[in-house]
């Protein structure tokens, strides 16, 4: 039993040396930056290794409405390679473009012109998506079912759901009461909800194998919803003294009559949520991407030289450790600097007096 | 001299790469700049006044993220220069 630390610690400095066997068996030119960019981009199948020669792939539904009505089928029955013209045909004149405007998406060939169809396919994005929006329901929902069968009176509750509300609490206190002031209890399930989307999908994105490992944060189109949503519940809530600040706000008249203060306090209001959208974005990219070029340096120096490989597979692994550190706590800062802000703009749009 | 502009509209490609390079290398200057003037003062803070160190230590973190959120506006533009 006392030995149980020293042997864990020698299998897994074995264990160092796999990569750079794995390495070895490539040969060739490694192009690196197709490969990072291939697993944060965004993609009709769930690509989850390479074993040998053979892709373990996850094929995902392709939800199509082309100009001969719905399609929905599974991503297997596009050609594994391009024929001549670029293209991975598939059935009903579908096809996969490899190059050119719509490179990577579904297009339709009407007589050789490539037209986009009206394309709701269920993607690696979204399949990600749906996976931690079940994990998220499970750790929030199940705890619930404590509250509803205790009184207010009993002890407080141990264990996970403990845990939930140790963090739930956290928030409440620190970012949206303060953020808010009075009548917080209106928009705090926005903002608990807000929270815990992004610290899930951050969490989820840092473990490297499925059902984890998609980069969802890290896409710009999902945090532009969140950021759209921070917009819109800000602006629907605001009271007529918000709107009376932005448009004629109380400062010497020369400034109000060149409208010089309300044309920037007007733009003001959509590059917060701008802001909010890239900050998200651009970190999560940045972190995804850090972590791929970090474990893709075993590779690079694998094909030059084996040794090589061995050698730097323990200065990267060491290096990727410290990484996934840092990514854990950008997971978190990330969402709380996101809810944080999202409060402190509805409360200036809520606040009755000044 | 029109043989400067040729040379010049070839090298275009390149010193556009040049050019963001150097760009992101200034704002590393300027981000980290930024955020270390605020570790700083903050360290000062905590060991002026140990019994807010809690407070301190978030408000540091939420400015040090903020700043973060700004130079990443300037990265994703440097980036797009590359790509694009």
């Known amino acids: 039993m006392k030995y149980v630390k020293l042997i864990v610690c020698m299998m897994m400095l074995s264990f160092m040396g796999m990569p750079a066997m794995a390495a070895s068996e490539e040969g060739g030119k490694l192009n690196t930056s197709e490969i990072v960019v291939e697993h944060i ?49 598939g059935p009903d004149n579908l096809a996969i473009a490899t190059q050119g ?33 079940v994990v998220l329901l499970c750790c929030i929902l199940i705890p619930a079912r404590w509250y509803r069968r205790h009184k207010a009176s009993d002890p407080a509750p141990g264990g996970f759901t403990g845990f939930i509300e140790l963090i739930i609490d956290y928030v409440e206190e620190n970012i949206i009461k303060p953020g808010i002031g009075n009548g917080y209890e209106k928009y705090s399930p926005y903002l608990l909800t807000c929270f815990f989307f992004i610290l899930t999908n951050n969490l989820m994105g840092i473990i490297p194998f499925p059902p984890g490992g998609g980069n969802v944060t890290g896409n710009i189109t999902i945090t532009f919803f969140l950021a759209l949503c921070t917009f819109i ?20 008249l020369p400034l109000k009559v060149f409208p010089l203060i309300p044309l920037i306090e007007f733009v003001s209001i959509f590059t917060k949520p701008f802001a909010l959208m890239i900050r998200l974005f651009a970190n999560m990219l940045a972190g995804h991407m850090i972590a791929m070029v970090l474990f893709g340096l075993i590779f690079i120096f694998g ?51 000044n | 001299m029109t043989t400067l502009f040729i040379i010049l509209e070839v090298a275009g ?10 760009g992101s290398s200034i704002i590393v200057l300027g981000a980290s700049y930024g955020i270390s003037k605020i570790g700083a003062t903050a360290l000062e803070s905590m060991a002026r006044q140990p019994e807010s160190a809690g407070d301190i230590r978030s408000s540091m973190v939420i400015s040090a993220a903020l700043i973060e959120g700004v130079s990443f506006f300037a990265i994703i533009i440097c980036a797009l220069v590359i790509l694009l």
């Open chain 2, 13 to 22: 490609m390149a010193l556009a790469k040049i050019g963001a390079a150097i």
């Open chain 1, 101 to 133: 405007d719509n490179a990577g998406k579904i297009v339709e060939l009407q007589n050789g012109v490539e037209v986009r169809p009206f394309d709701i396919s269920i993607t690696k994005t979204v399949a990600v998506m749906m996976i931690n929006v």
């Open chain 1, 41 to 89: 981009k965004d993609s009709y199948a769930w690509h989850v290794t390479t074993v040998g020669d053979k892709a373990i792939v996850i094929d995902l539904p392709v939800i199509v409405r082309s100009s001969t009505g719905w399609h929905i089928f599974s991503t297997a029955r596009f050609a594994e390679e391009s024929d001549v013209k670029g293209y991975r045909m």
């Open chain 1, 303 to 353: 094909a030059v030289n084996i040794y090589f490989g061995f050698t730097i597979s323990i200065v990267s692994i060491l290096l990727a450790v410290f990484m996934s550190i840092l990514e854990l706590l950008v997971a978190f800062i990330q969402a709380f600097v996101f809810t944080m802000l999202s409060a402190l703009f509805l409360g200036m749009a809520v606040t009755e007096h």
């Open chain 1, 233 to 252: 519940v800000t602006q629907v809530s605001g009271t007529k003294h918000y709107w009376k600040d932005i448009f004629w706000p109380e400062v010497p």
